[in-house]
């Protein structure tokens, strides 16, 4: 197999993935020590996502100094603070799996220039899996050239998904949003780290994900490696702005239309008179909705679907 060219700042962050998945994968053999707090209710964090942050960060910026920095647990404290590029990064994305020894986790590093994401990495330490993509080169696990699913019909998919597990989540709606895809599709399924799950889809292992209450290091990584696979990314209402709408629908372009007409009447992205766009319902960046749950949803007619993932998708 040709060994693919990788862009040199690919290359640094496949480094900084690896150089974290060492940390987590030493860390993974003693869990009985590990230190464990809660950022909310059922959301954790360890010595292991700030020790893995900590080198992610200390590569990328030895490299590209002037650069910015987004990252789950640090936010914007390190690197330059008005670059046209900033660095997303999830340092480990499924800590809840990884602090119960549950093999499914993943390091998540996107490189974004004014906006659009350049430059993605999503590593598996347990798998030594790396997932990589350039913006206009294709996507790739280790060196083999992914491509999204075939499937056609929404009766023989497989679907990836999240659950609702933040204080304050709208898990009737959540409900009504599984049963109305499980009772179409052909499984549905819940792994626990979305990072992943959107490289699952660019692999072609699911034929679509959906989640909502996601932030942009979450997704940013895997929206590009989805994209370069031939895949489409957007909001439940088939927009490109899913980066920081907190709601995120991707799959293989014919079954992300049919889910996209399903999940649509449950956006809580609302459309302003003006133009300009709200949320209803999800209360701030940590996504504790206050709102009482929603009676059902109001039907839509027929949904314009938009290709996602273009130059013009925000972060």
């Given amino acids: 197999m040709t060994q ?30 590990l230190k464990i707090n809660s ?7 360890t ?14 910026l030895q490299a590209y100094p002037e650069h910015a920095i987004l990252a789950e647990e640090s936010g914007r404290t390190r690197g330059a603070k008005h670059s046209e590029f900033v660095w997303i990064i999830d340092p480990l994305d ?10 499914v986790y ?27 993509a350039t913006k206009g080169r294709g996507a790739y696990m280790n060196d083999k050239r992914l491509r999204v699913s075939k499937r056609t019909r929404m009766g023989d998919a497989l679907i990836g998904t999240g659950f ?24 549905l399924r819940r792994p626990g780290a979305a990072a992943l799950d959107l490289c699952y889809v660019a692999a072609g292992y699911y034929d679509a994900f959906f989640e909502t209450g996601l932030n942009p290091w979450d997704v940013a990584a895997g929206s590009l490696i989805i994209t370069e696979a031939g895949g489409l990314i957007g909001n439940f209402t088939g927009e490109a702005d899913f980066m920081n709408q907190r709601e995120v629908v991707a799959g293989s372009p014919k079954i992300y ?49 938009k290709k996602a993932g273009g130059d013009d998708a925000p972060i």
């Fill in 4 to 33: 693919v060219a990788l862009h040199p700042m690919l290359n640094v962050a496949i480094k900084a993935a690896r150089a974290a998945g060492a940390i987590i994968n030493r860390a993974s053999m003693d869990l009985d020590i």
């Fill in 39 to 45: 950022k909310s209710p059922n959301d954790f964090v």
């Fill in 47 to 60: 010595e292991v996502d700030h020790a893995a942050e900590e080198i992610i960060i200390d590569t990328l």
């Fill in 94 to 103: 499924g800590t809840t799996n990884f602090i119960h020894g549950f093999p």
């Fill in 106 to 132: 993943c390091v998540s590093i996107a490189l974004a220039h004014r906006g659009v994401v350049q430059q993605a990495v999503v590593y598996d330490p347990t798998r030594n899996d790396l997932f990589y």
């Fill in 164 to 187: 609702p597990f933040r204080r304050g989540d709208n898990f009737k709606r959540y409900v009504k949003m599984f049963e109305e895809v499980m009772t179409q599709c052909a499984g």
């Fill in 257 to 305: 239309g049919q889910l996209v007409q399903i999940l649509a009447p449950y956006t809580r992205v609302i459309k302003a008179e003006d133009g300009a766009e709200a949320e209803a319902g999800e209360a701030g960046a940590a996504g504790d909705a206050t709102a009482a749950p929603t009676s059902e949803p109001k039907k839509r007619g027929p949904v314009r679907i």
